[in-house]
């Protein structure tokens, strides 16, 4: 008998792929591996801060960017609390009050209504 009948000696003798199965697992690869968080400069940072503080103070909704290891969370709301001391702020959404550690936010922008 064949070796390449034997055991697994089939699927090792064929080392073929396909450009889709190829182009799938390239980005299945992409995917596992986790993101780094972006770098702010300080005008980003002034920025995000001076909508949050306008949210707090007239109550316009924002959508805020956390930084996850895979994909990017928004959270769209007022801002109800700004705490520096802890660093971070309570966000009235929809489903509730969100405690957010700033550290994590990578985006602040208003919420279009």
Known sequence: MSKKLQQNG???SSRMMLPEH???YILHQ???APRT???L???AAEEMSRLLS???MLGDAVTIALFHEHDDIRYT???LKL???ARTLRLLTKNGTRDIQMNLITNVELAND
């Open 77 to 79: 709301g007022q801002v």
């Open 54 to 56: 306008h949210s707090m």
């Open 37 to 39: 968080r972006p770098s």
């Open 10 to 12: 089939l699927f090792e």
């Open 83 to 85: 705490d520096p001391a």
């Open 41 to 43: 400069d300080a005008q």
């Open 22 to 24: 190829r182009e799938a």
């Open 30 to 32: 992409e995917q596992l």
